[in-house]
């Protein structure tokens, strides 16, 4: 048992005597304590085989994606950078875009060549369809088709005429007309030719007749000849206007094949397309600058090294890319053009960076990120093409190749649900980094975090800290991590305190923050979050919950719980009572038995059995019926840190001997009664400490804690104050036995060699106690016995 003083309650932090504020230190470029998370990361790295993907687990605001981006924007730095990628026009299935990969910058300048080299194609064909050189061959065709067309015609009317008929040609068609006597023949003058002479003219007729239809047939013949010289013609002067352009798209692609292939293509099928520049129904322009645009998909031209990519709002499309849409007369249309991609693909070649929970709370983006890292490669798909929520015709781009390293960041829960529950989980990410809440307490840690509150300065654009502030912050790190001996890394909470504090300062005018500054700013920090705690206290304040802190009390305890809310945990003094009589039912925990307590709990009420059994039962058994409770107390109650206090109630109760209301006790025993160190140490002690400081501190208020938990102690200070004024005591204890001597002032007493403990100590009132209840329930038994016989 040891009363603490106050200098051993007291953060001694030394801040390097070099350092006099932040102005005078450099930023921090590595992060502290995560040597270990910085060596899986770089295996992690280092092995490029397939599934060595790695999965950072920690507890949020540990800066654990600061610190995944900045490590991997410095392994990424000098690496080469991954290629672009662009979807082009597939001239054979407008529906299955192509995709062509080139170096890097080559991908934005191929759009914006091609954008040039179109708008210059249209025109020179334009132009050269325009141009007298054309118009004179083009009316040469003309001058020669209708030659050859009169001549043939001249030759029909002279056979023609040779059997005596005339051709007349018009716009229905032709008509053959027989002579008579040199003039055409009237239906009148037929009808009076015998019928040699009627046969005669019919035969001739049925002869011109096939004269005419063997003209009919020369003349389709010579026009098809005609269309066939003018496109021939159209894609000479074509081909000849847009060579030219096409060269020197080819002179500056020549290195990639898939460009050269889409150049030659996309030739063959302007010439084969050249009708749109003679329609009045169609934009040519329009037309041909859509089809021949470039989508610029992955454009890697500004980036330095491999790609790094952070995704945290990781939904389906965001992550695997999407295929837009837009309204057209009332239905929806979409081309190559409108194909966009989504984080994956930006960091092909590179690093992704997703948060766990996103993934698999997004529908479909685990499913799928597991077939792309299985497979190698992403066929962009719209999300509801994916869930089956419509079955409309869309594009199929060409899938892409993928490479890219997967870093999953999530909490610790997360990482044992999905190698539980998840096969495929350990086959893709093999490697683990585990991120650390807290580093250990040492000069160099200490120096590490003062550069760190300069980096921040740096960043945020935040007032100088000075000494003074920076040693209440490296307190303020040793209070969150709630170990003497460590500095906490939860550094989103201490980069909170760090604006907080800046902007308390310049709230003051002050030039720089100083201690007090970071002081206001924590207290501002908990006030905003204590609501429920201060409703709590008010219940105390108006005995709404009673818990006395002054007197003596037979068979009631001050016990010490922790309420832990999303924001806040806070200690509530809780009165432990426990009654014990004649009986053989042993220790009831009322709790237990209205199944308002958890697994840990109820394993600690058996250890206090076989504890009370061990010392106090081996002349005879222990005959008593004995009820704990902890009153007001209506949820669940888990945990063993109400063991001491649990003994000390009820050897009180068995003993007669009251228990002082002024201290509280929390720890864990074993069967030997050794106290065992439990956790919440500071808000338990901060909990009762304004519960005292609120009903008046008399001087001999404090509370009991195990031995091992001093490294815990990690006080606000006005706890600390408080004992330095001797108004509030910490005691520690490694024995059962030291707490009963402080809460029931006499001494316990050890056994002798027959078990028996010295007269006048405490356990021997028990010991007595409790034989003379074993006599009487022995007594009850006889008699209930006898009555029976």
């Not at 502290?32 to 790695?54: C, D, P």
């Not at 989103?492 to 504090?501: A, C, M, N, P, T």
Request: proline share 3%; aromatic share 8%; hydrophobic share 35%.
């Amino acid at each position: 048992m040891r009363k603490l003083e106050w200098k051993e309650l007291d953060l001694q932090v030394k801040v390097p005597r070099k350092i006099g504020g932040t102005e005078e230190l450099v930023e921090l470029k590595e992060f502290v304590g995560q040597e270990r998370a910085m060596e899986a990361l770089k295996t992690g790295l280092t092995i490029s085989s397939k599934g060595y993907n790695i999965f950072v687990s920690g507890l949020t605001n540990t800066g654990r994606r600061t610190f995944v981006r900045s490590f991997l924007e410095k392994e990424a730095k000098g690496r080469p950078s991954p290629n672009d990628w662009v979807y082009v026009y597939n001239f054979q299935d407008p529906r299955q875009p192509n995709v062509i990969t080139v170096e890097a910058g080559l991908g934005k300048m191929f759009k914006k060549e091609m954008k040039s080299a179109v708008e210059l194609i249209v025109s020179a064909v334009s132009e050269a369809f325009q141009s007298d050189e054309y118009q004179k061959k083009l009316s040469g065709l003309q001058n020669e088709q209708n030659s050859t067309k009169k001549k043939i015609l001249e030759e029909l009317v002279e056979k023609a005429k040779e059997k005596d008929y005339t051709v007349q040609i018009n716009q229905t068609g032709v008509a053959t007309i027989p002579n008579w006597n040199g003039k055409p023949l009237s239906r009148e003058v037929y009808e009076e030719l015998s019928d040699e002479e009627k046969e005669n003219i019919n035969k001739r007729g049925e002869e011109v007749r096939e004269l005419v239809n063997e003209y009919v047939f020369q003349m389709r013949k010579i026009d098809k000849e005609y269309i066939e010289k003018m496109k021939e013609l159209n894609k000479y002067v074509a081909s000849f206007a847009i060579e030219g352009h096409l060269e020197e798209l080819r002179k500056k692609f020549e290195q990639s094949k898939d460009v050269l292939d889409f150049l030659d293509r996309m030739k063959t099928d302007i010439l084969d397309n050249l009708d749109y520049f003679f329609s009045k129904e169609h934009d040519e322009a329009a037309i041909f600058k859509r089809r021949y645009s470039v989508n610029l998909f992955v454009d890697n031209s500004e980036t330095e090294g491999r790609p790094v990519v952070e995704e945290m709002n990781s939904t389906y499309s965001n992550v695997f890319g999407r295929i837009e849409y837009i309204a057209k007369m009332g239905t929806l249309d979409t081309d190559h053009t409108m194909i966009r991609a989504g984080s994956l693909v930006r960091a092909n070649g590179g690093y992704l960076i997703l948060d766990a929970r996103t993934v698999l709370s997004e529908p479909y983006v685990w499913f799928t990120l597991k077939q792309v890292l299985f497979s190698g490669s992403l066929a962009i798909e719209n999300f509801e093409h994916r869930a089956g929520f419509l079955s409309t015709v869309s594009l199929k781009p060409a899938p892409i190749p993928i490479d890219v390293k997967i870093i999953l960041i999530g909490e610790p829960w997360i990482y044992s649900l999905l190698s539980s529950l998840e096969p495929d989980f350990k086959k893709l990410f093999k490697i683990k980094a585990e991120f650390d809440w807290e580093t250990r307490n040492t000069p160099e840690s200490v120096e590490s975090l003062c550069r760190y509150v300069c980096t921040a300065v740096q960043e945020d654009s935040l007032l100088h800290f000075d000494r003074s502030a920076l040693r209440t912050v490296i307190q303020k790190a040793v209070k969150l991590s709630g170990n003497r001996g460590k500095l906490s890394t939860r550094f989103g909470r201490l980069r909170d305190l760090l604006i907080e504090s800046s902007a308390t300062a310049t709230g003051e005018k002050k030039p720089r923050v100083s201690s007090g500054h970071v002081k206001k700013a924590w207290e501002a920090m908990k006030r905003r979050v204590s609501l429920y705690r201060d409703k709590v206290e008010e219940m105390f304040e108006e005995a709404s919950i009673i818990v006395d802190t002054e007197g003596e009390k037979t068979g009631e305890v001050n016990a010490l719980t922790v309420v832990t809310l999303e924001d806040i945990s806070f200690g509530v003094p809780v009165k432990l009572t426990a009654k014990v009589v004649p009986g053989s039912k042993g220790i009831t925990d009322i709790h237990r038995e209205a199944e308002l307590s958890g697994k840990i709990h109820n394993k600690a009420s058996l250890v206090i059995q076989g504890f009370l059994n061990f010392r106090y039962a081996k002349g005879f058994p222990i005959s008593v019926t004995a009820f704990v409770n902890f009153e007001q107390v209506y949820n669940i109650i888990e945990g063993d840190s109400a063991s001491v206090a649990e003994i000390a109630a009820l050897l009180s109760s068995i003993s007669g001997v009251p228990i002082k209301q002024g201290i509280a006790v929390t720890g864990s025993v074993n069967q030997s009664g050794v106290v065992q160190p439990v956790g919440g140490i500071p808000e338990k002690i901060e909990g009762f400490f304004r519960l005292c400081q609120m009903k008046g501190l008399t001087g001999d208020q404090g509370v009991i804690i195990p031995a091992s938990n001093y490294r815990n102690l990690v006080l606000e200070d006005e706890v600390v104050d408080a004992v330095k004024r001797e108004r509030f005591h910490i005691w520690t204890v490694e024995h059962v036995d030291e707490a009963l001597e402080l809460m029931m002032g006499i001494e316990p007493g050890k056994p002798d060699d027959k078990d028996e403990f010295p007269g006048g100590s405490l356990n021997r009132m028990v010991q007595d106690r409790l034989r003379e209840l074993y006599k009487m329930s022995q007594k009850a038994e006889n008699q209930k016995s006898q009555s029976a016989n």
